[in-house]
């Protein structure tokens, strides 16, 4: 695992957002794996900026994203297809057809099968962006999830609807179930590239950064037997776990 510890959150982001214009500049072709969340949003609004200049086309790139809240449309606010629309794909040049979020309605086992499918479609990522939940759920594998698990249905940890809440108008309103990539897809990518940033992602990052143990409890743990996977995380959060840079 690379440990990249940037000045800032913003500094996280353009070294991530720099990482995935090297891939898509060298492989015009290549699939990238996409999350939403809080934490890639200035990742994204650079990619735009870059696109917008022209300095990068995503005129032939394909994506699948990590996961879908299950019972939403497409069209919801809140929903991750609406959330990549409105945040990335509406802003670039990139074929909306090549684009890929699994659905929310329908029968969710189905749509899980679906997203297996698109993981490897074409080949898998060539990098997958991540982010990293409190619990340290990756995509929306919770604790106790496996290695071994394939895109699945998953059943949401309280923690993550509380954290979720902010997005909706109560807690009652976040989905308590969701569609993920799970950890073999996820691990299946070329590359991983994980952003981290705030106070509350301390324990999940510190279970990562601080020690050699690899456990279902802290999913993100996972990402210790990748190949080639990088942790971007600022010297705040590496101060705030001792991390030394
Ligand atoms: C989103 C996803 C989640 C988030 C995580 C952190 O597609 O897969 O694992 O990355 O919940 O969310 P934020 O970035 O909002 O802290």
């Known amino acids: 695992m690379t440990v990249i510890v940037t000045n800032s959150y913003d500094d996280s982001c353009l070294h991530a957002a720099r990482m995935i214009r090297e891939v898509v500049s060298a492989q015009p ?6 999350a939403t969340g809080g ?9 735009i900026a870059w696109c917008k200049s022209g300095e990068l086309s995503f005129a032939n ?6 996961d879908e809240y299950v019972g939403l449309q497409g069209n919801h606010p809140q929903s991750y297809r609406y959330f990549m629309d409105e945040n ?12 890929y979020v699994a659905t929310g309605l329908g029968n969710p086992e189905e749509s899980a099968a679906q997203l297996e499918a698109k993981v490897y479609e074409g080949g898998v990522p060539a ?3 991540l982010g990293i939940g409190a619990n340290g759920h990756i995509g929306f594998n919770e604790a106790g999830t496996t290695l071994t698990a394939k895109s699945h249905v998953e059943e949401l940890a309280a923690s993550t609807i509380e954290a979720n809440a902010r ?15 799970g950890m073999k897809g996820i691990l299946a990518a070329e590359s991983l590239v994980l952003v981290a940033t705030g106070a509350n992602k301390k324990a999940a990052i510190s279970g990562l950064l601080m020690n050699d143990v690899v456990t279902p409890e802290n999913p993100a743990t996972f990402l210790k037997l990748h190949k080639n996977a990088t942790v971007i995380i600022d010297t705040h959060l590496a101060d705030l776990i001792g991390y030394q840079y």
């Open 39 to 47: 934490t890639p949003l200035p990742i994204y609004r650079q990619l």
């Open 29 to 34: 072709h290549a699939k990238l794996g996409l």
């Open 167 to 181: 997005f909706f108008d109560t807690a009652a309103d976040v989905p308590t179930k969701a569609v993920t990539m």
């Open 61 to 66: 790139t394909r994506t699948v994203n990590l």
């Open 88 to 99: 990335l794909f509406n802003h670039i040049n990139i074929d909306k057809a090549n684009t």
């Open 127 to 129: 990098l997958q962006l």
